[in-house]
């Protein structure tokens, strides 16, 4: 476990000067424009948020990450609590990092139809931001009940570039969806990783479970399922609290968790529909 004087910041290095832990903007990795507002979030395992804005030319910010291993150290901190940035700060959306490519369907045909279920898959072309030189990520589907609607991701998510997508519905929940590479939990999964390969399911749970809700899941996990559709293995796990599905494989190069989460109210009305959602998704 991290103790609590480590300092994570999301799509770039850490790096510190003096005490006070805070990032460099002096790299030419990435080019902003003379006008760009960018709001950094830093946070610290087990403390608060901070957001810093800079209003001068940024020339950029180093990218690298420290490999992790299957240890449970959170990659994501506090996900389930995180609402989006707030409301009034400056922010910089990810264009290229994680474009906003629609890829939710008409409602479904046949049974869903009558339902007004839709069926989002992630669009080929949305690009990746999760790494130079990574494969291209392959597309995942889930389905959706009438209301729901694709959130933005900025860089001001505390989540990074492991945040490829959020969908939410004021009444009834929310969902996220992380994308990890997996060659920062382990070196030896290769390209054509398999979640057996990763570990078992508590072994999973324990180790990528505290990146979802920022904390320990012991005693949090009420029930685990394994399921297999079209030759892939996925894992999913009930925790409370707080309120939250993790839907977890891997495929390729990449770690999936696709996490639906609601309030307490939210989970007893719509509980079964969250269900739903949280088990249609599939890696294509």
């Not at 810093?52 to 990659?75: A, M, N, Q």
């Not at 869903?112 to 589907?141: F, L, M």
């Amino acid at each position: 476990m991290a103790s609590s004087s480590t300092t994570m910041c999301y799509g770039s290095c850490l790096a510190s000067k003096g005490s006070s832990n805070r990032l460099q903007a002096n790299s030419p990795a990435i080019g902003t424009s003379s006008s760009s507002t960018m709001v950094v979030a830093s946070s610290r395992i087990g403390g608060g948020k901070s957001y810093e804005t800079r209003d001068d030319k940024l020339s950029g910010l180093p990218l690298c990450r420290r490999s992790l291993v299957l240890s449970g150290i959170p990659l994501v901190s506090s996900l389930v609590g995180l609402e989006f940035p707030p409301k009034g700060a400056a922010v910089v959306k990810q264009s290229l990092l994680a474009g906003r490519v629609p890829g939710l369907s008409e409602p479904d045909e046949e049974a869903n139809a009558q339902t007004g279920w839709r069926t989002y898959r992630r669009p080929d072309e949305k690009s990746g931001g999760h790494g130079v030189g990574w494969s291209p990520i392959i597309p995942y589907t889930f389905s959706v009940p009438p209301g729901w609607e694709e959130v933005p991701v900025s860089i001001a998510d505390l989540g990074g570039t492991e945040i490829d997508l959020r969908f939410a519905n004021s009444k009834e929940g929310r969902l996220f969806v992380i994308v990890a590479p997996v060659l920062r939990f382990s070196d030896d999964l290769g390209d054509n990783a398999t979640i057996e390969k990763i570990g078992t399911p508590e072994k999973v749970i324990n180790a990528f479970g505290p990146e979802v809700i920022g904390e320990n899941v012991e005693g949090r996990v009420l029930s685990t399922q394994v399921a297999e559709h079209s030759g892939r293995k996925y894992y999913q796990f009930e925790l409370e609290p707080p309120h939250i599905i993790i839907t977890a494989t891997a495929a390729g190069n990449r770690l999936y968790l696709f996490n639906v989460t609601a309030n307490g109210l939210q989970w007893k009305r719509h509980y079964g529909d969250l269900k739903r959602i949280a088990s249609s998704f599939r890696v294509v």
